[in-house]
């Protein structure tokens, strides 16, 4: 049994037979954790769902070719040089891709010489709120 919906411009797909009753779940926002039998639902999905946006190329989704950030303009590239541009992309981004969400700020954190990057987005969880922090890793 496996369904389909729309989050934003997200299609996420649901196995709902990997968890003994989805209908006893209390909301309708969630997914299953990447690489285990857990569930990400509301704060933790939408936690998810920023860090598959963000890492993903955008056009590398044949059916979805709007789908993540454009990864590939910023490689090889100075990092005080893009930084700021990284940042906008990447609201901008999110707003139409999660619009579960109100974001503040997105930060770009170099973590190493071999230009691995830490993005440090804030935002509030429109549903509750809450504000949340989340840091996603960037492999330029």
């Known amino acids: 049994d496996i369904s389909c919906s729309l ?34 639902a509301d704060i933790e999905d939408i936690n998810q769902c920023i860090d598959t946006i963000c890492t993903t190329q955008k056009g590398s989704i044949p059916y979805n070719p709007e789908f ?5 303009d910023f490689m090889d590239k100075p990092i005080n040089l893009v930084a700021s541009k990284i940042a906008v992309q990447t609201l901008d981004t999110l707003k139409l891709q999660e619009p579960r969400a109100t974001y503040q700020d997105c930060k770009v954190k170099e973590i190493d010489e071999n230009g691995c990057l830490r993005l440090l987005i804030s935002y509030t969880y429109n549903q509750t709120s809450m504000t949340k922090e989340v840091s996603v890793p960037w492999q330029r």
């Open 7 to 40: 989050v934003g411009s997200e299609m996420c797909i649901r196995d709902r037979s990997m968890i003994s009753d989805y209908r006893s779940l209390e909301t309708e926002n969630w997914q299953h954790k990447l690489g285990t039998d857990a569930i990400a």
């Open 68 to 72: 993540g950030l454009p990864l590939m």
